[in-house]
């Protein structure tokens, strides 16, 4: 009889760590990478959804292990500079043995109960992969080549699995149903607050853990908080809510069994079974409870959802939803900041500069068409008194937004389509093949970070002692969207052809573009600014 390989993840190298001055990452053991998370840049996974899920596995044993239970245990386990706290190491050796990916009882974030089922290729598990329904994303891995992958990868990608899977059908033991609702952070935007270090990182998202005290939220009476690997594994899908923050932070969404083959000492695995999971109860609600998401309420009594998450959308850059990120949540009204954002607030924000990562994935009917990882720089005023800030910035969004509608089907250029194509043609869909918008959008980005990381430092006194930010980076602000406008009106008209009727239409539409522009920066353009 054939022994089953082993891979414990607390020894084992999976984790892959960017060292300072290296080019690569190095793959660490769990243990590794607490032990030298101070002389690491980052953790990067190989897409943006293994790169949240590793973060939040590791969360969630940094907060079985040492909390923190307030503000000054946080800023104590801070002071170390370090994870030398023996209560990771303990943690760790008490439950080393459910770590091990390919044990016979508790295989790690999976389910032995669904061994005797067949398994398909385990390509299935990135759903970035071509396999079965999945797009082919960077990747053309077909279900019958052949594909096999090494224990470390296939570790990653199940943590990500359980995060990130996208509903649709699974395989399914007999009474169940064909299909899986989606894993908690599909189709969201993860929010991940960084510092220099991957120690910095980690515990600039290690907020107040303490479940008997309803910290980071309250769960059902009687709950008892537990990560994944502290649960027995699901032998049937269940509908339930969760027991607390390490529960949520390991959700298991699929019951997923991956069958390692032992080829001359080298381990590698191409089957896998994958099947519904736990799943959130009707009328359970994320918003109040996931402190790395972003929420905006929805007005329609019909929304499934009336605080759904954040979400990418494909040619929208996620610094357009500012807003939603940054302003205070407790004055927002309709709008929800990540709550780790408070955290840092009471803490005490230790780390000079830090960057707030948006990482996710977009799908479309169970079919995954995007992944993102975004970065935003994070001023410690917009974490500790974003009040301030929050109405140059919201001025600031709003003009780009107004005067991007110049360039919509909506603005002057509906002119332009209508010489082109007739009253009858379809104006969206001709502007949208202009790219106007596009070449506009994405010729903001720049000024619009510029802005953002010198706002705090833009407060003008006046002389009866009130004060006001945003004046200076407003007015460059103005005309750096200007500048990218006409930009964005020149180059698109420019691939026009030139008949004479055309040349007409321009002429018009430049003049009502022009006019109605100078109208929306008139206001912050006191004087003229160049570009």
């Not at 940054?326 to 607030?345: C, H, I």
């Not at 007739?422 to 949208?432: E, N, S, Y």
């Not at 969207?481 to 008949?499: D, K, V």
């Amino acid at each position: 009889m054939t022994a089953t390989p082993e891979f414990n993840l607390i020894d084992e190298p999976w984790l892959p760590c960017l060292r300072a001055g290296a080019r690569t990452p190095d793959l660490l053991s769990i243990r590794e990478t607490f032990a030298s998370a101070h002389e690491c840049i980052e953790l990067a996974g190989e897409t943006p959804l293994v790169t949240a899920a590793l973060h939040r596995l590791l969360l969630a044993v940094l907060h079985r292990a040492v909390g923190p239970r307030d503000v000054e245990a946080w800023q104590a386990l801070y002071a170390r500079g370090r994870f030398d706290d023996p209560r990771i190491a303990a943690y760790l050796e008490r439950w080393q043995a459910r770590f091990d990916l390919f044990d016979q009882r508790y295989p790690f974030y999976q389910c032995p109960a669904i061994g005797a089922s067949r398994p398909g290729s385990a390509a299935k598990l990135w759903p970035a992969l071509s396999s079965g329904n999945n797009p082919s994303l960077f990747d053309h891995t077909a279900d019958d080549d052949g594909s096999s992958f090494p224990p470390d990868a296939v570790a990653r990608a199940i943590v990500a699995a359980q995060s990130f899977a996208l509903g649709g059908t699974v395989a399914r033991l007999k009474g169940e149903g064909p299909s899986a609702p989606a894993a908690p952070l599909a189709n969201s935007v993860v929010f991940l607050a960084s510092g220099s270090t991957l120690f910095q990182t980690l515990m600039l998202n290690l907020v107040r853990y303490a479940p008997e005290r309803g910290y980071p939220f309250a769960a059902g009476a009687g709950s008892v908080d537990a990560p994944g690997w502290e649960r027995a594994p699901a032998t049937d899908i269940a509908e339930r809510a969760p027991t607390g923050y390490t529960d949520l932070l390991t959700w298991q969404s699929r019951r997923v069994r991956a069958y390692p083959e032992d080829k001359g000492g080298i381990v590698r695995v191409s089957r896998a079974v994958i099947m519904k999971g736990d799943a959130f109860p009707d009328g359970f609600r994320l918003h109040g409870k996931e402190p790395m998401l972003a929420f905006r309420r929805v007005q329609s009594r019909d929304a499934a959802d009336p605080w759904p998450a954040l979400a990418f959308s494909e040619g929208r850059a996620l610094w357009r939803d500012s807003s939603v990120i940054f302003q205070d949540s407790a004055k927002a009204g309709d709008q929800a900041r990540p709550a780790t954002l408070a955290w840092l607030a009471a803490v005490g924000v230790p780390v000079a500069e830090i960057q707030l990562h948006g990482l996710g994935l977009a799908s479309d009917r169970a079919k995954a068409e995007f992944w993102r990882h975004e970065r935003l720089p994070l001023p410690h005023q917009f974490v500790e008194h974003p009040e301030d800030l929050y109405e140059p910035l919201s001025a600031a969004l709003s003009l780009a937004e107004d005067a991007g509608s110049l360039l919509s089907a909506r603005g002057p250029l509906r002119e332009i389509a209508t010489a082109l194509i007739g009253a009858g043609g379809d104006a969206h869909q001709f502007l949208k093949a202009l790219g106007a918008d596009r070449l506009y959008w994405a010729a903001l980005d720049e000024p619009f970070l510029r802005f953002l990381a010198r706002l705090p430092e833009d407060l003008t006194h006046y002389d009866d002692a009130g004060a006001e930010y945003g004046v200076g980076e407003l007015r460059l602000w103005a005309a750096a969207l200007r500048h990218a406008a006409r930009e964005a009106f020149r180059i698109a008209t420019g691939a026009l052809q030139t008949s004479g009727r055309t040349l007409q239409a321009v002429a018009r539409s430049e003049d009502a573009f022009e006019r109605r522009l100078a109208g929306l920066v008139r206001p912050y353009l006191k004087e003229e600014v160049s570009v």
